[in-house]
């Protein structure tokens, strides 16, 4: 793949699919925890991959390619973030790990998923 190619395939988040949400609330009113888990998952079926939903209004990215994923779980925490707020967040609620972790912490975590 040349440059122009590469540069060509690029998007921004606003340019992803994304399933219907309201103002303000985003896709949240969609995402009963117990099941939502099966809505991102019916979402990646119709809307493909990555697309992107709100959690509130804060645009949250979500693919199913696992090279991609391999890919960005590489390059964590240089080039790719979490959501600052989600480690402090998931912390309170006594199950920060693998999904939430930043920094130092994640260095051990990385050979989990690699």
């Given amino acids: 793949m040349n440059a122009a190619s590469a540069s060509a395939s ?3 988040v606003g340019d992803l699919p994304s399933p ?3 103002p303000l609330l985003g896709n949240l009113y969609q995402l009963p925890p117990a099941t939502h888990h099966l809505t991102l998952e019916r979402w990646a ?3 493909g991959t990555p697309y992107v939903f709100r959690f509130g209004t804060t645009p949250v990215t979500v ?3 696992i090279e991609l994923s391999h890919a960005v779980l590489r390059e964590r925490p240089h080039r790719y973030r979490r959501y600052a707020p989600i480690e402090r ?3 309170e609620f006594g199950c920060n790990g693998l999904f939430s972790i930043e920094g130092p912490a994640w260095e051990p ?3 989990l998923v690699m």
């Fill in 109 to 111: 975590q990385r050979r």
């Fill in 10 to 12: 690029l998007r921004e």
């Fill in 89 to 91: 967040i998931l912390k």
């Fill in 63 to 65: 693919w199913s390619d």
């Fill in 20 to 22: 219907r949400g309201l």
């Fill in 45 to 47: 079926a119709k809307l």
